[in-house]
């Protein structure tokens, strides 16, 4: 059952949201604007603010699904809670990061990785998205943002005191890096100036 578990949390994360709302929203591929990426991000920034807020919810809602109701696939005498949780939870994020709907071309898995640590410690993740939120609000760069919110992540795991299972740690960790990692073209961005921010007006039609 893990295996199954495993697969369908992959599918359901592989939903590409946000190439979805670009036909409907405005009839175009979000992969031919802006970064080329499909996540929210590159949805706020080409169709505007309710649509992409509106993919934001709908990537974290993938992966809170796989972990809160997913997971239950998998007997308890079988396979640890915890594990199952982890299991699916990063196959959600794979699914989103390299889609088996685009030809494996995905987004960064910020919001998916959101919503998995919603249903696995959501006291870390709400402190944690909102120190990024408020460094989007204060530079306008979503990236800078997603990857400060992922490195204090592990921290506020370890450091809240609230009691979880250490595999939460590991997987915390690993859920940053691959952040991390996905935003590597944002960093040299940043570093030659050349990201481009956030404009928080509504895209005009």
Request: hydrophobic share 55%; aromatic share 12%.
């Amino acid at each position: 059952m893990l295996f199954l578990a495993i697969i369908l949390s992959y599918l359901l994360g592989s939903i590409p949201t946000s190439y979805i709302m670009g036909r409907l929203w405005k009839g175009i591929d979000l992969r031919e604007h802006g970064s080329g990426n499909v996540g929210a991000a590159n949805t706020f920034r080409v169709l505007g603010p309710i649509p992409g807020i509106i993919v934001f919810l709908g990537d974290a809602l993938k992966g809170w699904v796989a972990v809160y109701f997913i997971s239950l696939l998998v007997p308890g005498e079988t396979f640890t809670s915890a594990w199952a949780k982890i299991f699916c939870g990063m196959a959600a994020i794979c699914g989103h990061n390299w889609t088996i709907f685009l030809k494996f071309k995905g987004g960064r898995g910020v919001a998916t990785s959101i919503g998995v640590f919603f249903a696995l410690a959501w006291q870390a993740i709400g402190i944690s998205l909102l120190l990024g939120v408020a460094v989007i609000a204060l530079t306008r760069y979503i990236s800078l943002g997603s990857m400060v919110g992922a490195i204090a992540l592990p921290f506020l795991v370890v450091l809240l005191p609230f009691e979880r299972p250490l595999p939460y740690l590991w997987f915390a960790l690993l859920a940053a890096l691959l952040v991390i990692i996905k935003h590597i073209p944002n960093i040299k961005r940043l570093i030659k100036g050349k990201e481009n921010r956030i404009s928080f007006r509504r895209k005009r039609e």
